[in-house]
T-cell receptor, first 114, second 110 residues
C-alpha cells in the first residue's frame, strides 16, 4: 500500500482482556518499529524488527507485551491481561533500511483500557 | 540510557516570526537526526533529516547540527498558524533504535 496501515484505529478493552494490534508496513520496508505514546509525551520505543527477526525488544514494558512479524511484512503487537496503564496510542512505523532511514508512521491505534 | 531532551513549551511566536526549536542528545555516537511534526490526534510526520554538522535548509525550515555540542535545532522562518503543532526531535542511538524527545509545542498566533 501507499503508507503504513494500522488497525483497529480505536480499541476499548476491559481490564484483563487480551488485545491484538495490527500493522501493515510500506511494501519493501525492511525495518518495522512499534512505539507507545502516552498523552502529552513523545513516542516511547517498544520493539524493532528487521524483516522477520525481532532484533530489539528492550522497550516492551512487561512480559504481557508480545510482538511478532512472522513473514517479514505484517506485524502484530499483542497485549495480554490489559491494565489501565496500557492505555495509550500505539504507533507502528517502517523504514527502508535500518540505522539511518527516516521512519514512516501509521495513524496509530488508540487503546483505552477501562 | 540514551536520552533526547527538548523543552516542552509551549513556544509562542507571532505569525511571520522565526521559531527556534532546540534538542540535545546524550549518545555521542549518534549519526542520524530527524525532526517530526505532530498535530494533535495525528501521527508524527517527517519534516527534516540531517546527518552532517552544519545547516540544512528546506523551504522555510532549517535544521542545524552540532555533534561536538550534541545539539540539533530546527528553525522555522515566516511562521504560520498552520505550523502550530508539537515538534519531535528524534535521534538514532545505536544500530536500530530511533529515540524521540518528548516534543516541544509550538503556537503561532495570527
Amino acid at each position: 500500500g501507499a503508507g503504513v496501515s494500522q488497525s483497529p484505529r480505536y480499541k476499548v478493552a476491559k481490564r484483563g482482556q487480551d488485545v491484538a494490534l495490527r500493522c501493515d508496513p510500506i511494501s519493501g520496508h525492511v525495518s518495522l518499529f512499534w512505539y507507545q505514546q502516552a498523552l502529552g509525551q513523545g513516542p516511547e520505543f517498544l520493539t524493532y524488527f528487521q524483516n522477520e527477526a525481532q532484533l530489539d525488544k528492550s522497550g516492551l514494558p512487561s512480559d504481557r507485551f508480545f510482538a511478532e512479524r512472522p513473514e517479514g511484512s505484517v506485524s502484530t503487537l499483542k497485549i495480554q491481561r490489559t491494565q489501565q496503564e496500557d492505555s495509550a496510542v500505539y504507533l507502528c512505523a517502517s523504514s527502508l533500511d535500518p540505522g539511518d532511514s527516516p521512519l514512516h508512521f501509521g495513524n496509530g491505534t488508540r487503546l483505552t483500557v477501562t | 540510557q540514551k536520552e533526547v531532551e527538548q523543552n516542552s513549551g509551549p513556544l509562542s511566536v507571532p505569525e511571520g516570526a522565526i521559531a527556534s526549536l532546540n534538542c540535545t542528545y546524550s549518545d555521542r555516537g549518534s549519526q542520524s537526526f530527524f525532526w517530526y511534526r505532530q498535530y494533535s490526534g495525528k501521527s508524527p510526520e517527517l519534516i527534516m533529516s540531517i546527518y552532517s554538522n552544519g545547516d540544512k535548509e528546506d523551504g522555510r525550515f532549517t535544521a542545524q547540527l552540532n555533534k561536538a555540542s550534541q545539539y540539533v535545532s530546527l528553525l522555522i522562518r515566516d511562521s504560520q498558524p498552520s505550523d502550530s503543532a508539537t515538534y519531535l526531535c528524534a535521534v538514532y542511538s545505536g544500530y536500530s533504535t530511533l529515540t524521540f524527545g518528548k516534543g516541544t509545542m509550538l503556537l503561532v498566533s495570527p
